[in-house]
């Protein structure tokens, strides 16, 4: 807690006119000392740091005064290390000035240099101008004393510590809470709240320093060295409930990042029995559970999220985004959908995208993603009117014909034929459309699976027939019987061979390709076993 003497002064209602006036007298005649000071002063009130540092250098041998100036104005500018050299000169040239005591301490504890601020604690003592000011540093004397020793010992704490005046601690957190050297004002905090455990404003201050402390930690990667500082926190009896929120919320993110879920979720979950209406809290349990493959645990808290977070959740937006909760809530949304497509759970993902859909009614994506979902669940009245307001919002998009096709049931070989023709009008309709010749590769690629489960069925009932010419004597064959089936199986292995060889030009990669040809070869063979019962 920086002291500047020129405070106590009565203020100047002019600054800038006070300072135009100093320039110019400046200027005049010889360099005077003293009207720069009064200049440097005027600037420093406009908050002119710069052109104050300047007015000050121009005196030629500066005296005390000068050097307790320059290092208030290396506080402001946040050089402390300057500061304190300043401060230094400043005393050194006024041995009896308490203000250039009081800062160079001050500065000294700022900078982490507990040991030179506690040697210099005895000249502060001997200049303090009242009563009160010796009684406040007898008291920061003591707790100093009770932050160096606790380094090498459980030295006996000063009783005077335990006794505090409430304005007495009040000024205390206030220099320790003013510090800017989070390890000294651990050290110090530390050291009071030994001597004063139930005292709710210390107890209060110790945990924000550690708090801070350890999310600095975080952020630079350092998760288990942060869990180590904030666990001994949990043994706090009396902490407020914002501090116990975020005590656990670290915790939780600390025990994930160090593979701990069950650590994490733990945390969390305590978190949100404290806070039930912080989002992210739900967000991370929900997390939480997904990273230990719980989504069925993860999925009430997701929908907590989403609820809390549509609801005007208490949660920071970016400058001008007035939407942005409504933005975050739909993306969550969509990952979760795409989620559980991934593992084909299409009624969970179908909840998530109609969810989204609501947020966004005419986003194309979510109605393209709503029409697949409900084509999944043979949901085909949905699926249309999803696929009529993708069409209403891309009207100009060919390839949403293709989709339409997509909606037919497809059982047998003829059915497969139609749908083959519907695929080859679109395509003439829509000529080097690399969307529809996606689309169209795409599904022909998909009706390889049906393809091959219907050769099965006839490779069988071939089978059975060529066991039973090979099984019975010649003349309890029933040879026309045999023929019509034969025929038959015959008519509908050229009908699947020609039906494949329709598929094969569409299919644009490789792999389904090859498994194409593999399949009209089969058919082959099973063609031309047909034609050899049939030379019998």
Not at 340 to 348: D, I
Not at 353 to 369: F, I, S, V
Not at 504 to 510: K, R, S
């Amino acid at each position: 807690m920086a002291s500047d003497p020129a405070d106590v002064l009565p203020a100047a209602p002019r600054f800038a006119e006070a300072a135009a006036f100093l320039e110019r007298a400046l200027q005049a005649g010889r360099p005077d000392p003293e009207v720069a000071y009064l200049l440097a002063l005027a600037y420093k009130r406009q908050g002119k740091t710069a052109e104050a540092r300047d007015a000050l250098r121009k005196i030629a041998r500066p005296d005390a005064a000068v050097w307790l100036q320059l290092g208030l104005l290396s506080l402001k500018e946040k050089q402390p290390a300057q500061a304190e050299g300043e401060f230094a000169r400043a005393f050194e040239a006024d041995p009896a000035s308490y203000a250039a005591c009081h800062n160079l301490l001050m500065t000294r504890l700022t900078l982490g240099q507990l040991d030179a601020g506690r040697d210099l604690v005895p000249r502060a003592l001997a200049l303090a101008p009242s009563a009160d000011e010796k009684r406040f540093l007898r008291l920061l004397q003591a707790l100093l004393d009770a932050a160096i020793q606790k380094r090498s010992s459980d030295a006996a704490l000063d009783p005077a510590l335990a006794a505090l005046s409430a304005d007495d601690e009040a000024r205390l957190l206030g220099l320790t809470r003013g510090l800017g050297d989070l390890d000294v004002s651990q050290a110090l905090l530390k050291a009071l709240a030994a001597a004063r455990p139930d005292s709710p404003p210390v107890l209060e201050a110790y945990a924000e320093v550690i708090l801070v402390k350890a999310k600095g930690l975080m952020d630079r990667g350092e998760w288990l060295d942060a869990e180590r500082l904030l666990t001994p926190l949990t043994r706090f009896k009396g902490l407020p409930r914002a501090h116990q929120t975020l005590l656990l919320e670290l915790l939780g993110v600390c025990c994930c990042l160090n593979q701990d879920f069950d650590g994490g979720i733990s945390h969390f979950g305590q978190a949100v029995k404290l806070s039930v209406t912080d989002a992210r809290l739900s967000q991370n349990l929900a997390l939480a559970y997904e990273l230990q493959n719980q989504s069925a645990q993860a999925e009430p808290h997701w929908n907590r999220y989403f609820d809390l977070l549509l609801a005007g959740a208490d949660l920071p937006r970016p400058p001008g985004q007035h939407d942005y909760h409504d933005r975050l809530a739909f993306e969550g949304l969509i990952r979760l959908a795409t989620r559980y497509s991934e593992k084909e759970r299409w009624t969970q993902a179908l909840a998530y995208a109609q969810r989204a859909q609501r947020l966004k009614p005419r986003d194309p994506d979510t109605l393209e993603r709503l029409f697949h979902l409900y084509n999944h669940l043979k949901r085909p009245e949905e699926a249309r009117k999803a696929l009529r307001q993708l069409r209403d919002v891309r009207p100009d998009d060919p390839q949403y014909e293709l989709y339409e096709l997509d909606l037919i049931e497809v059982r047998n070989l003829n059915d497969v034929d139609r749908l083959l023709g519907e695929i080859d009008r679109v395509r003439q309709r829509h000529p080097n459309d690399a969307r529809v010749e996606d689309r169209a590769a795409g599904m022909a690629a998909n009706l390889g699976p049906l393809l091959a489960d219907l050769y099965g069925r006839l490779a069988d009932r071939v089978g059975d027939v060529v066991a039973q010419v090979r099984g019975l004597p010649n003349y309890q064959i029933n040879w026309s019987a045999v023929s019509d089936e034969v025929r038959d199986l015959q008519r509908d292995l050229q009908k699947l061979r020609r039906v494949a060889n329709r598929c094969l030009p569409l299919v644009a990669h490789e792999e389904p390709r090859r498994v194409l040809r593999d399949l009209a070869d089969r058919v082959d063979r099973k063609i031309e076993t047909c034609r050899s019962i049939l030379r019998k």
